[in-house]
Each structure stands twice: as structure tokens, then as C-alpha cells.
């Protein structure tokens, strides 16, 4: 009899394992069939919600993402002379620059051959060396020398910069900052742009405000409403410059102030609360506050008075589309929406990935509006 229940035991002890085996094999499928299910679920869920925040762009007067272009694209004439650029030939880009047109325009014609310049001055240097008085070719070569120090640094935080980086950073803007002095010798006496050259300068090498005042003296007797100006200066008084909150918006406030009607300085106070908003950490409900009220309606005023084919229309119109929408007016929002065309400009580039930024805050001012006018019928 013991012996029976010996050998029992020693079955049950043999069997255990087995059964054991099997249960967890059985529960494991369990589970693994418990996680599928999840899943799917999850996943109809969140194409349900992309559905939600998805919009048939043609039903508003919308071009479709694929046809979006980032601005700053350059169009057949600078795409022309940077394709000559880099091919050794100085002269389409001489022509391009020193054609009959305001201040601005040059400066922002002169960005891309500026920065091509900053990776290969080649042809820049054939163009000094043939027309060594030419104050254009002196210019980029300041611009050239601020774009070299600033990919020096990179974009990096201050913290992630190596002590080499700086060192590389500050001799080159300290460069730059001769060169400009020499093409403001070579300019004309009116231009400002070999002093609007010298502001990221002022910011990299930690200039004082009281010298910043100064410079900024010497470019506003020569164009006080310089528009490429005021958006760089705005950078410097900003409060992770060399500025504060109060500062910066003094600053852009006594400018528009100043401006006549169709400045388009007004939308630099709208970048100059992103700048605050963004310091300060604030919830996307700032921008509901009166004062940004108050800022949009003033933008909006001065983009009915500007000529439509003024040089700054797509900044102007990306800041209002993107401060409306986050302000709660999608209506007006997408107004500005459908007259940027096909251009994805400021704010958006800023962000890593602009297409995305701008579409996702379209979808949402496509839906606001409809919503209201849904309320409204």
C-alpha cells in the first residue's frame, strides 16, 4: 500500500511540471490574444481621431500638402545666379544684387548668396579680386564672414558649445565686424545694410545696449523703417539675448508706432509674443489674451494698407494665420490660410518639421470656422 501511494506521488510530482507547463502555455496565449485585441483597438482609435483632425483641403480653398513649398525657395532669378555661384561665375549674382530696388529687398536677396558664400567663397573671391571697390561684393563678404561664425556655433545651447566652438565663433564675428565697417566705407552714405549686418554681430559678441543704441542710430538715419532690421534687432533685445520682455516689446512697439501705414512692422510684435510665450513656458491660452488681441487686429489693419506685392507679405500673413488660430478666430484664420497659396513661411519654419506644424494648425482652424459658421446658420 505504501508502496502504491509512493509511486502516486512520485506520478503527481512527475506530472506537475507538465501541467504546469501547459497552463502557463495557455495563458500566455491568453494574453498574447488579449494584446492583439488591444491593439487593434487602439489602432481604430487612432484613426478615428486622425479622421477627426483630417480635412479634404480643395473643400476650402486649400492646395493639398503635397503641393506646399517652404518659403524662402528661391525663385528663377536667384536660383540662376546661385547655380552660376557655385559654377565659379560672380556675375548673374552682382546683377541679381545691384539691381534698382529698396534697401530690404537687397538684404533679402543678398541671404542665400550670403550663406552659399559661408560654405564656398570661391566665386566671391574672383569677384573681390576683379572689383575690389564694389560695395556689394564687400557686403556679402561681411554677411558671408556672420553666416561662417554662426555655423561655427551651431544652433546648440550655450551648455553643449565647446570652448573651441566659442573661441572659432568670436574670431570670426570679429572679422565680420571689420568687414562691415569697410563696406559701410564703400557704400553709399545711405545705405543701412552694412549696419544691419552688424546686429548679429552685436548679439554674438555681447555687445552693450548702450553700443547696440548706437548702431542702431547709425541705421535708422539711413532707413529708419527697415524691415529685415527690425525683425534682427528684435532678436537682440529679446529676453534670452540681450534684453527683456519689457525691452523687446518697447522696442517693436515705439517702431510701429513710427511706421507708416503697409509697414508690415506690425507682425514682429506678434513673433515678439512667441518669443515671450516660449521664455515664459505660457500655456497655448496666452495667445486668447487682449493685448494679442489687440496686436492681430493692429496686423491685420496694416496688411490692408500694405501694396500686395510687398517683400514681406508671406511673413505677415503666416504670423497671423498662426497667431488667429491659437487665438480662437479660425474664420480669419483661414483667410490666411487660402491667400498664402502655396507658400509654408514663418512661424512654421522654425519648427523641425514645418509641413506638419502648418497643416495640423490649419486642420484646426478649418475646423473652428466651420464650426462657428455652423453655429451661426
Given at each position: 500500500?505504501i508502496?502504491?501511494?509512493?509511486?502516486?506521488?512520485?506520478?503527481?510530482v512527475?506530472?506537475?511540471?507538465?501541467?504546469?507547463?501547459?497552463?502557463?502555455?495557455?495563458?500566455?496565449?491568453?494574453?498574447?490574444r488579449?494584446?492583439a485585441t488591444?491593439?487593434k483597438h487602439?489602432?481604430?482609435?487612432a484613426?478615428?481621431?486622425?479622421?477627426?483632425h483630417?480635412?479634404?483641403p480643395?473643400e476650402?480653398g486649400?492646395?493639398?500638402?503635397?503641393?506646399?513649398?517652404?518659403?524662402g525657395?528661391?525663385?528663377?532669378?536667384?536660383?540662376?545666379?546661385?547655380?552660376?555661384?557655385?559654377a565659379g561665375?560672380?556675375?548673374p549674382?552682382?546683377a541679381?544684387?545691384?539691381?534698382?530696388?529698396?534697401a530690404d529687398?537687397?538684404?533679402?536677396?543678398?541671404?542665400?548668396?550670403?550663406?552659399?558664400?559661408?560654405?564656398d567663397?570661391?566665386?566671391?573671391?574672383?569677384?573681390?579680386?576683379?572689383?575690389?571697390?564694389d560695395?556689394?561684393?564687400?557686403?556679402?563678404h561681411?554677411?558671408?564672414?556672420?553666416y561662417l561664425?554662426?555655423?561655427i556655433?551651431?544652433?546648440?545651447?550655450?551648455?553643449q558649445?565647446?570652448?573651441?566652438?566659442f573661441e572659432?565663433?568670436?574670431?570670426?564675428?570679429?572679422?565680420?565686424?571689420?568687414?562691415?565697417?569697410?563696406?559701410?566705407?564703400?557704400?553709399p552714405?545711405?545705405?543701412?545694410?552694412p549696419?544691419?549686418?552688424q546686429?548679429?554681430?552685436a548679439?554674438?559678441?555681447?555687445?552693450?545696449?548702450?553700443r547696440?543704441?548706437?548702431?542702431?542710430?547709425?541705421?535708422?538715419?539711413?532707413?529708419p523703417?527697415?524691415?529685415?532690421?527690425?525683425?534682427?534687432?528684435l532678436?537682440?533685445?529679446?529676453?534670452?539675448?540681450?534684453g527683456?520682455?519689457?525691452?523687446?516689446?518697447?522696442?517693436?512697439?515705439?517702431a510701429?508706432?513710427?511706421a507708416?501705414?503697409g509697414?508690415?512692422?506690425?507682425p514682429?510684435?506678434?513673433?515678439?509674443?512667441?518669443?515671450?510665450?516660449a521664455q515664459?513656458?505660457?500655456k497655448?491660452t496666452a495667445?486668447?489674451?487682449p493685448e494679442v488681441?489687440?496686436?492681430?487686429?493692429a496686423?491685420?489693419?496694416d496688411?490692408?494698407?500694405?501694396d500686395?506685392?510687398?517683400?514681406?507679405?508671406?511673413?505677415?500673413?503666416?504670423?497671423?494665420a498662426?497667431?488667429?488660430?491659437?487665438?480662437g478666430?479660425?474664420?480669419?484664420?483661414?483667410?490666411?490660410?487660402?491667400a498664402?497659396?502655396?507658400?509654408?513661411?514663418?512661424?512654421f519654419?522654425?519648427?523641425?518639421d514645418p509641413?506638419q506644424a502648418?497643416?495640423?494648425?490649419?486642420?484646426?482652424?478649418v475646423?473652428?470656422?466651420?464650426?462657428q459658421?455652423?453655429?451661426?446658420?
Amino acid at each position: 500500500m505504501i508502496g502504491i501511494i509512493v509511486l502516486a506521488v512520485v506520478g503527481l510530482v512527475l506530472l506537475f511540471p507538465v501541467v504546469m507547463t501547459r497552463l502557463a502555455k495557455r495563458k500566455l496565449a491568453q494574453l498574447e490574444r488579449a494584446k492583439a485585441t488591444i491593439a487593434k483597438h487602439e489602432a481604430r482609435l487612432a484613426e478615428e481621431d486622425r479622421a477627426k483632425h483630417t480635412i479634404v483641403p480643395s473643400e476650402h480653398g486649400l492646395l493639398p500638402a503635397s503641393e506646399m513649398v517652404l518659403d524662402g525657395e528661391p525663385g528663377p532669378e536667384e536660383a540662376a545666379a546661385l547655380a552660376a555661384a557655385k559654377a565659379g561665375d560672380w556675375q548673374p549674382a552682382a546683377a541679381h544684387l545691384g539691381a534698382d530696388v529698396s534697401a530690404d529687398v537687397r538684404w533679402k536677396r543678398q541671404r542665400e548668396l550670403a550663406q552659399l558664400a559661408a560654405e564656398d567663397d570661391t566665386w566671391l573671391r574672383a569677384w573681390r579680386a576683379e572689383r575690389p571697390q564694389d560695395p556689394v561684393a564687400a557686403l556679402v563678404h561681411a554677411d558671408a564672414l556672420v553666416y561662417l561664425a554662426w555655423n561655427i556655433r551651431t544652433g546648440a545651447r550655450a551648455s553643449q558649445v565647446t570652448r573651441e566652438q566659442f573661441e572659432s565663433f568670436r574670431r570670426v564675428l570679429l572679422e565680420a565686424e571689420q568687414a562691415a565697417v569697410a563696406a559701410a566705407a564703400l557704400a553709399p552714405d545711405d545705405d543701412p545694410n552694412p549696419w544691419v549686418a552688424q546686429i548679429p554681430v552685436a548679439m554674438g559678441l555681447n555687445w552693450s545696449n548702450d553700443r547696440f543704441r548706437e548702431l542702431w542710430g547709425e541705421l535708422t538715419k539711413r532707413e529708419p523703417h527697415h524691415w529685415a532690421a527690425h525683425n534682427r534687432a528684435l532678436q537682440y533685445w529679446c529676453d534670452k539675448w540681450h534684453g527683456s520682455h519689457e525691452l523687446m516689446h518697447g522696442f517693436i512697439d515705439e517702431a510701429i508706432a513710427a511706421a507708416p501705414p503697409g509697414s508690415l512692422l506690425t507682425p514682429i510684435k506678434l513673433e515678439a509674443y512667441f518669443e515671450q510665450f516660449a521664455q515664459d513656458r505660457e500655456k497655448p491660452t496666452a495667445w486668447k489674451r487682449p493685448e494679442v488681441g489687440a496686436a492681430l487686429d493692429a496686423a491685420l489693419a496694416d496688411l490692408a494698407a500694405a501694396d500686395p506685392d510687398h517683400p514681406r507679405m508671406e511673413y505677415t500673413r503666416g504670423w497671423l494665420a498662426y497667431a488667429l488660430t491659437k487665438a480662437g478666430r479660425p474664420t480669419e484664420a483661414l483667410e490666411q490660410y487660402r491667400a498664402l497659396g502655396r507658400v509654408i513661411p514663418q512661424p512654421f519654419t522654425n519648427f523641425n518639421d514645418p509641413r506638419q506644424a502648418f497643416i495640423g494648425l490649419r486642420v484646426d482652424a478649418v475646423q473652428g470656422a466651420v464650426a462657428q459658421a455652423g453655429k451661426k446658420a
